[in-house]
């Protein structure tokens, strides 16, 4: 059976710095991958997604992720954050048509 | 505009009860699922639908129920045989693999249910 980890369950960061937020997924033949993103008493939101194609992915508000088949990975990253970043996010595969979810890394972004 | 309801937002119910919560798409999708979230657990997956009259057990079913009579709607009754129902509700729905979405699936706002 498909799993994610998400080894982090809370990254602080000062404003305008870097972040990475991991998150591992277990091998299969064709993958489908996830970020979402949830503010408080929320529901989720699609980030970003990995179907095919090029391996890295980007969204509107400058995070990326880079698919990484050999080492199983697809990590979140943006270069500067902001306050409003300050959220939870969740890594997602998809698998027998159903997502399969991280436990949440909750970005604590400080001024 | 395009999207999930869920209603209501919050919801209180004394132990015993049985409720039920509300879902509504007007995307057109044929899946639907519903998750529960409990905090530093992630989402897990209650109960799913890929067709109207039809649904399949999640990871975490018991002490729940679904219909879908509709292809709109997909409402979720937690039972008394719930032990631990105060969690927050969310409900989602997709495009099955065959129309091209790959599985993305597009979430409503959620309610948060406790048991008094």
């Known amino acids: 059976a498909q799993s994610v980890t998400q080894l982090d369950s809370q990254v602080p960061v000062f404003e305008e710095a870097p972040v990475e937020l991991r998150c591992n997924y277990s091998?299969?033949?064709?993958?489908?991958l996830f970020w979402y993103v949830q503010y408080p008493n929320q529901g989720l939101q699609l980030l970003l997604k990995?179907?095919?194609?090029?391996?890295l992915v980007e969204s509107i508000n400058g995070f990326e992720a880079e698919f990484n088949k050999s080492q199983t990975s697809f990590h979140l990253r943006k270069p500067s954050v902001h306050i409003s970043d300050t959220a939870e996010y969740f890594c997602a595969v998809h698998s027998s048509y159903k997502l399969i979810f991280g436990s949440g890394t909750r970005l604590l972004v400080r001024p | 505009d395009g999207g999930i309801t869920q209603s209501p937002k919050y919801l209180f119910r004394k132990e015993g009860q049985n409720v039920t919560l509300s879902c509504e798409q007007n995307?057109?999708?044929?899946?639907m699922y519903w998750y529960r979230q409990d905090p530093g657990q992630g989402l897990r997956l209650i109960y799913y639908s890929q067709i109207v009259n039809d649904f399949q057990k999640g990871d975490i079913a018991e002490g729940y129920s679904v219909s879908r009579e509709k292809k709109e709607s997909f409402p979720l009754t937690v039972t008394s045989a719930q032990k631990n129902p105060t969690a927050f509700y969310l409900c989602?729905?997709?495009?099955?693999?065959?129309?091209?979405?790959?599985?993305?699936?597009?979430f409503g706002p959620g309610t948060r249910l406790t048991v008094l």
């Open positions: 091998s299969s033949v064709s993958v489908y």
């Open positions: 990995y179907l095919s194609g090029s391996t």
């Open positions: 989602a729905s997709s495009i099955l693999i065959g129309g091209g979405a790959k599985g993305e699936q597009f």
């Open positions: 995307l057109n999708h044929d899946a």
